[in-house]
């Protein structure tokens, strides 16, 4: 199993920012984030294969920004302008293999979870 840290969650207002950090212990060439509110179902957010094959799901397009730090071990996640239904507990996830749909099942490796909250 590989571990995933995750950190920079936390609370801000609508029209917010916050950026989110996955750590792993290697460069893992698909990675993503995943989030859940509360009722709801585990959803995708946002995926990297490699370098900048990034694909984002359209509630989060054009506010969030997917990348992975220099050493390409740490996938970044900024979020801005952060509305309240963007709160969630987020998940990094990741997978060895090609292709990187942002499908739960196709990742193996999954962080705890950081929780984002975004009042009114």
């Known amino acids: 199993q590989v571990r995933l840290t995750e950190s920079g969650g936390g609370s801000v207002e609508a029209g917010g920012s916050l950026k989110l950090s996955c750590v792993a212990p290697?460069?893992?060439?698909?990675m993503a984030w995943f989030r859940q509110a509360p009722g709801k179902e585990r959803e995708g957010v946002a995926s990297l294969y490699g370098v900048d094959h990034t694909n984002y799901a359209d509630s989060v397009k054009g506010r969030f920004t997917l990348a992975r730090d220099a050493g390409q071990n740490t996938l970044v996640l900024e979020m801005n302008n952060l509305k309240p239904d963007d709160t969630a507990i987020y998940y990094c996830a990741a997978a060895y293999a090609g292709g990187c749909p942002m499908r739960q099942s196709f990742f193996g490796h999954w962080g705890r979870g950081t929780q984002v909250t975004v009042s009114p």
């Open positions: 290697a460069y893992i060439p698909c």
